[in-house]
Nanobody, 122 residues
């Protein structure tokens, strides 16, 4: 069993930065694809970014160039650095992990955190 715990959300103004963290339990963290998804009120959960065990990152077009995913396998932690935040980035951000093929498909991830709220004011 793997437990994921997110932190780092908050209320910021447009243009600001935030860094989300996701701490994972379990020895197999380094093997997993780790992803970030978000869900805004009334919308479906959407892919934000993912990192393969090698560290290769994948991004949604909407965040490319502004967000950076990174991981520290020694600390069992994955990060999402969010710069130049926009009001449309407002959502609950979820960390997810597992052995997956399609990094942008939420249905493939077996493990999920509880989510952390990010609110960006204009």
């Amino acid at each position: 069993q793997v437990t994921l715990v997110e932190s780092g959300g908050g209320l910021v103004q447009a243009g600001a930065s935030l860094r989300l963290s996701c701490a994972a339990s379990g020895r197999t963290f380094s093997w997993y694809v780790m992803g970030w998804f978000r869900q805004a009120p009334g919308k479906e959960r959407e892919f934000v970014a993912a990192s393969r065990s090698s560290g290769i990152g994948y991004y949604a077009d909407s965040v490319k160039g502004r967000f950076t995913i990174s991981r520290d396998n020694a600390k069992n932690t994955v990060y999402l650095q969010m710069n130049s935040l926009k009001p449309e980035d407002t959502a609950v951000y979820y960390c997810a992990g597992g052995v997956v093929r399609s990094t942008d498909s939420p249905n493939e991830y077996p493990y999920w955190g509880q989510g952390t709220q990010v609110t960006v004011s204009s």
